[in-house]
């Protein structure tokens, strides 16, 4: 499968973005999907999955301020973040797999797709 995420940009504290990923082939709806973010000089960090039954999970750090979602029929998968904060500042990329390894749905490790990231910027 192929991603291709996009939606990221300029927001002042307190804003809104939505990012989304779009996904090639025809079994989008068997994939686990999950957001990651990389900010200047740190290692990436799991933000937020949904199963391909749909169930969602969230970093402590966001959750309450960004929601998952994903539209089978677009083979899209979304991520609605509000009360966006200067410390949300990162490049975001969405991921695929599967399966659920050992290390879970939160572990980079567990994907095997990934897609080129978009940048958000929060400014102050």
């Known amino acids: 499968v192929q991603l291709q995420a996009f939606g990221g940009g300029l927001v002042q504290a307190g804003g809104s973005l939505r990012l989304s990923c779009a996904a090639s082939?025809?079994?989008?709806?068997?994939?686990?999907m999950g957001w990651f973010r990389q900010a200047p000089g740190k290692e990436r960090d799991f933000v937020a999955a949904?199963?391909?039954?749909?169930?969602?999970y969230y970093a402590d750090s966001v959750k309450g301020r960004f929601t998952i979602s994903r539209d089978n029929a677009k083979n899209t998968v979304y991520l609605q973040m509000n009360s966006l904060k200067p410390e949300d500042t990162a490049v975001y990329c969405c991921?695929?797999?599967?399966?659920?390894?050992?290390?879970?749905?939160?572990?980079?490790?567990?994907?095997?797709?990934w897609g080129q990231g978009t940048l958000v910027t929060v400014s102050s």
């Open positions: 082939g025809r079994t989008f709806s068997s994939f686990h």
């Open positions: 991921a695929a797999d599967k399966f659920v390894g050992s290390g879970g749905l939160h572990g980079s490790s567990n994907y095997d797709y």
């Open positions: 949904i199963k391909s039954g749909g169930n969602p």
